[in-house]
């Protein structure tokens, strides 16, 4: 008997190579493979503006890149005793307003430099929700914890995430000739809206992103919503909140992503063979049996970094290094 609906993960038309630059940007669930995809030495930055949920924050952050934007004083705010930005996750907030600047401004100038290069941007969304300054008409990226009483709650259409998603393709596209573009949906429930509009968000923005790609050749999907939803659709897979899947699922979504999405699986192997040599804790460190195993270890790194000179692999060989005696 089966216990679980599974179903193929059709293969990428064009496979990541390691080569590739990548950005990726989007809800939780983007750093979540946002992680995995730098573990394995992948030259991903992620996320510069921090989470960001909806559609419309998403693509004004890409427009932010491509008009090389500054931050000032001016887009701060003071809540309590933190300087924050509209537009960026509260990770970036902080007691010195030119610290967070530093910080924001930064990001910006990796990110705009990363577009202009960029081989594959990812993006997840996560909800088609929108919370608007009551005061400015400006659509935030993170309310900081201010009063619900300040914004205006919307529910995007499906024509508003294509018609916001369309502006900021055809400029990328127009900057960048080679870009191609992932979109996933977050499986997060974003059950403080509801679940009734949990769900009718996640079919907006379904019903969107299914559009962008039928449009554009360069525009591709992954399932990892459904994967979870569908696939794995078991509470065992998430949190103990419930709302966020769990490592197992997160794994479990990355396996089917590596194996539809990468084109050098033996390289790939090969790293995963070395992250989990160097993850290794022995009984005796000083032991000739780990000593040699460590060395045997540090010459496959390096032969990989003479296969492999643009591979971030320095740190890698640096791990194994350090347990020398």
């Known amino acids: 008997m089966n216990f679980r609906l599974t179903f193929p993960v ?13 950005l990726l940007m989007g809800s939780c669930f983007a750093e979540e493979i946002g992680a995995r995809l730098q573990g394995h030495y992948f030259d991903a930055l992620v996320n510069p503006h921090g989470i960001l949920y909806n559609p419309i924050s998403i693509t004004q952050a890409i427009h932010s890149y491509l008009d090389n934007k500054v931050y000032t004083r001016e887009d701060l705010f003071l809540q309590g005793d ?3 930005s509209w ?11 030119d610290a967070v600047l530093a910080g924001i401004n930064a990001r910006q100038a990796a990110a705009a430099e990363r577009l202009e290069e960029v081989d594959w941007l990812m993006i997840t969304l996560g909800s088609a929700h929108t919370y608007t300054l009551q005061e400015t ?28 998603l369309d502006n900021a393709m055809h400029r990328l596209f127009f900057r960048n000739r080679k870009v191609k573009i ?3 949906i977050s499986p997060v429930r974003y059950v403080k809206d509801g679940v009734v509009e949990n769900n009718l968000s996640k079919a ?3 019903q969107a992103v299914h559009h962008m790609v039928n449009k554009f050749d360069r525009l591709f999907y992954f399932p990892a919503y459904e994967l979870v939803m569908d696939d794995l659709r078991d509470y065992r897979f998430y949190k103990e909140d419930l709302v966020h899947p769990n490592e197992l699922a997160v794994d479990y979504v990355w396996e089917h ?9 033996t390289l ?12 290794h804790r022995p009984f005796n460190p000083e032991g000739k049996q780990h000593q040699q195993f460590v060395k045997t270890y540090l010459s496959k790194v390096e032969q990989l970094v003479k296969q492999y000179p643009d591979l971030p692999l320095q740190e890698l060989a640096d791990r194994f290094r350090l347990q020398l005696k």
């Open 10 to 22: 059709t293969p990428f038309s064009s496979p990541l190579q390691y080569a590739d630059r990548l």
């Open 82 to 84: 933190l300087w924050h």
């Open 87 to 97: 537009d960026h996750h509260s990770r970036f907030s902080g007691l010195d307003p």
């Open 137 to 164: 008409g400006k659509v935030v990226g993170n309310c900081h914890k201010v009063p619900a009483a300040a914004f205006y709650k919307k529910m995007l259409t499906a024509q508003d995430i294509i018609s916001a």
């Open 182 to 184: 992932l979109f996933t």
């Open 204 to 206: 907006i923005l379904l």
């Open 257 to 265: 992503f590596v194996n539809a999405g990468l084109a050098d699986k």
């Open 268 to 279: 790939f192997n090969q790293i995963v063979e070395l992250n989990r040599a160097a993850a």
